[in-house]
């Protein structure tokens, strides 16, 4: 039986030329440690469950991803965080939008599928039920990154004449989420999502990060999926889950079915972003339309993989 993992740090104009040696480094060092958490998690015959939670808390408590303790700032100056998480075994699922000072929001929405009857908990409901199932809380202080409050401040400047994805757009088109996907021993599949959304958002904007479906899909018949990028455009596309049906309901493979979505849907209206794919062979895919996306993976059969630009 294969296995593997894959995971993603964000898409968007991430250029060679504007990167320090230091900067990527720093990037790939944070990717392998993510990547080699969960790649141990199923070497040792854990869950594809936990093997995606644990990669995804690692890309969260780094400060250089959009997610977790390096969540952007929204409008009013606070880090509203939205993620998912879903098992391909059962089509079992948990998400959270708008969630405050959750040190990992992964972990509140695999307790939301786990310990609720619910699916889908928003803003200080799900804060309240985080608080219940004891997990940890952070203060302000803790997301509050110098670089992120530069990039909320020129954000803010460039407002007025712009919607917010369009300031985001303009002025710094990087989609710093980060995700994971992954195929246990047993055949299990599962994929999880997790972000600060856009800089300077307004107005309770959510984006498909926590939409399953749009952001994360996993079922065990056909793939697992976890997306960055524009998220308006992939809620449009229904991203994910498209892969998946494209796969249970016309047979084409991951590959296919990857260059569909992302290649075509997604470009014929200006979706730019990517995924990362795991079929339920252990085959990998991780096709993006943008300049870059902060990429790894690794699996049984001996391919591993750290990369950032095309
Ligand atoms: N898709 C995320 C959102 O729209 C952004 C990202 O991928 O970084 O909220």
């Known amino acids: 039986m294969n296995f593997g993992i894959a995971i993603h740090g964000g898409a968007g104009t991430i250029l060679r030329s504007s990167m320090t040696e230091e900067k990527e480094q720093q990037y790939t060092a944070a990717l392998q440690e993510a990547l080699n958490t969960g790649y141990s998690i199923l070497q040792k015959g854990g869950s594809s469950l936990d093997a995606v939670e644990a990669a995804i808390i690692s890309l969260e408590d780094c400060p250089l991803f959009n997610a977790g303790k390096g969540a952007v700032f929204n409008n009013k100056g606070v880090h509203e965080m939205d993620a998912s998480i879903m098992n391909g075994k059962d089509l079992s699922a948990g998400a959270v939008s708008l969630i405050k000072n959750v040190k990992n929001p ?15 908990l928003c803003g200080e409901g799900a804060e309240e039920f985080a608080q219940k199932m004891n997990l940890q809380f952070e203060n302000d202080e803790y997301f509050n990154d110098a670089f992120r409050h530069e990039q909320w401040m020129k954000a803010k400047e460039a407002d007025g004449s712009f919607l917010d994805h369009n300031v985001q757009t303009q002025s710094d088109k990087k989609f710093g989420t980060v995700g994971a996907v992954a195929l246990d021993l047993n055949g299990n599949l599962a994929a999880g999502t997790s972000t600060g959304g856009m800089t300077n958002k307004k107005f309770g904007r959510v984006g498909d990060s926590p939409i399953i479906g749009a952001g994360t899909y996993a079922n065990n ?65 991780l096709p993006f339309n943008s300049e870059g996306m902060y990429r790894a993976m690794k699996s049984s059969k001996g391919n591993e993989l750290i990369a950032i630009y095309k």
């Open 221 to 285: 018949k056909t793939c697992a999926i976890s997306c960055t990028g524009h998220g308006e455009l992939f809620i449009r596309s229904v991203v994910a889950y498209d892969i998946s049906a494209l796969m249970e309901y016309k047979n084409l493979s991951l590959h296919e079915a990857c260059e569909e979505v992302v290649m075509k849907k997604l470009v014929s209206i200006g979706g730019e972003g990517g995924v990362i794919a795991i079929d339920k062979n252990g085959n990998i895919e």
């Open 106 to 120: 992964i972990s509140l929405c695999r307790t939301v599928m786990e310990k609720s009857e619910h699916v889908f």
